[in-house]
């Protein structure tokens, strides 16, 4: 008998802020491909929190808890989550 490793699962958890908000990545990646879906929550300290997954081609965001629109977090949360993306993607492109 011999054992085989079918596949290697991955998760990253990353950290960053952007104005008030405090902000947690998380995306696992299956055998070094692309995540399916990357997700990042975040708070602003006031009871303010804020959501952002992005599956596929879609996007999705959401303030919550009083925390007012920001659109400063929606744009670098994204352009973060596409560098993201876009690093698993070269990956791929190299195997």
């Known amino acids: 008998m ?10 990253f958890y990353d950290s960053d802020k952007v104005n008030d908000f405090d902000l947690g990545y998380e995306y696992e990646s299956e055998n070094n491909s692309v ?21 596929g081609t ?11 629109l920001d659109i400063k977090v929606v744009t670098e949360v994204a ?6 993306l876009a690093g698993f993607e070269k990956k791929a492109a190299k195997a």
């Open 79 to 84: 352009a973060e989550v596409a560098k993201i």
């Open 2 to 11: 011999s054992r085989t490793n079918t596949k290697t699962v991955s998760k």
């Open 58 to 68: 879609s996007e999705n965001f959401n303030f919550s808890g009083g925390a007012s």
């Open 35 to 55: 995540p399916a879906e990357v997700r990042v929550t975040g708070s602003n300290g006031k009871g303010g929190s804020f959501y952002f997954s992005r599956s």
